[in-house]
């Protein structure tokens, strides 16, 4: 959280578009560089109601990992957890399927509180975030709902039954996301992405099936980034034909597309540039658009900064040879 | 609990009308003597809608007494309990007044989403007792929400505000339970009390205002208790013009009422018969109906099951005696 900058100065605003643990990982790195000048777009696409209370993983995702309060080790949920409600549930009868820790539950039991009040996704997480001390702007990508809903071989399932509740393992057919074509995106949302000066969207190197195409599902959010002038980049997820954690490869063979970053290209069509990771150096010349290849794998603190100034540095390079071509 | 003996003998039946605390002290003594045929009718004035969850505080302490989870040292709540729920909500800049337990939050969750889809608070709280092993029947006195308002000088003041959020510090003027004139009994409390076999019906030493008046405020429950023809008894609450625990003796005060035997007899005026402490037996001679003298006190496990053994012991008495007037 890089709030005294935030407050010292103003850059040019940039989008992050990202879902869960690989995206929040990069928002991180944008955050700590640009602070206030960063707004992240989330998928909700992986909302549900669960015990009663509305969960949205991903906006928790990157609220704790921006608010410094995630599990680096565990991969989500927060650090320091425990979890004597799941217990105590289990003990009753209750599902336990879904994992929520102690902690994590206070999240959900507020959100559900504040909805039910009236205030919107939006504005729940948007003062959450703020009350955690993070300067950018996190926002849903919707208020309304959009559910991702993955049809396998032994039929449609919503996310969390075939992520969480089966593991993946079902053979994935397609993804459909339910009413996205109806949901509305927020105004924050078009406001962000409507940005005059917008540096850079920056897409986060999530899975591009279950996270970021939810997004992209949204009719508006989709409308909005067609007439973007900003350069609009992704990160690719794989590094060597796998992504660092997650199905994403494994969906990719079963929807028979290769699992590489030329795919990755061919599944963001509408972007200006790619960057991949020096493993897959070779792939380059196979890409047919601007591509910049670096090390995309975050281990380190270190590792999400210097992948977010290459990201900001490669946008101004396109940003800057868009400009030239415009010139002559 | 006693199930071995629930088994293999039924007795007749007895009935405990009980709130919180002190009254679940008793309903554990009389249910290790006589197991699945004790019924609990518990208060319900005192639930609440608490962070959007149904929190039902004295049924959840006689659940969690009669299932040995319990507390002991801090009178409510679960044993081996931790808090990093409520630590977190705060920090999110949620409702802290009331304190939920991680383990303590299982229930509200599972009961809330069990009311939501349907199952009433009756079929829930059977349902979760047996779960836990116990072999009374626990019974909300009702599935109609009856709310327990304490007029005070400071105005009125729904049950929690004033006890947990004020700390019982506002003078009383006097009680009103919304909707318990039109709140139904449920079958099963109606069924316990109007069993023709019933041994005894016991008023646990709750306080009276509080916890046992929304019980006999219930129309239903109130026009079943005038019809029964066994013996009805209460324990006083009262030691020494003290309750052992909570507000009764400041509320006597407040409502101009001597806070002794003799004014709980004429408080609970349809009962056959008073229990009181040792320490009152000056106040037996003042009393116009049968009393009991013995130790009310309950600290161990073993002064629960001596009080339940004097209660039934007493009701029986009595029972003898009204035949011996019917049969003269």
Redesign the interface.
Known sequence: MNMQRAASFRGPPVVALCGGVGGAKLALGLERLIGADLTVIVNTGDDFEH???HVSPDIDTVVYTLGGLSDLERGWG?AD??W??????G????ETWFRL???????H??R??AL?SGISLTEFTV??AR??GIAASILPMSDDRVETMVITAEGALPFQRYFVGLQCAPVVKRLEFSNAERAAATSQVLAALRNPDLAAIIICPSNPYLSVDPILAVSDIRRALDEVTAPIIAVSPLIGGQAVKGPTAKIMAELGVPADSASIARHYRFIDGLIIDETDRAEAGKIDMPVRVTSTLMRSLGDRDRLAADCLEFASHLAAGAQRRTAT
Chains 1, 2 share one sequence.
Do not use: K
């Not at 004597?84 to 549930?89: D, I, K, P």
């Not at 003990?91 to 209750?94: H, I, M, Q, R």
């Not at 820790?101 to 206070?106: E, I, N, Q, S």
């Open positions: 015990l009663g209370l927060r957890e425990s004597n409600f799941m217990e105590a549930l003990a009753l009868g209750g820790g102690d902690r994590d539950l206070a999240m039991v507020e559900s509180r039910r003062a959450t009350r955690l």
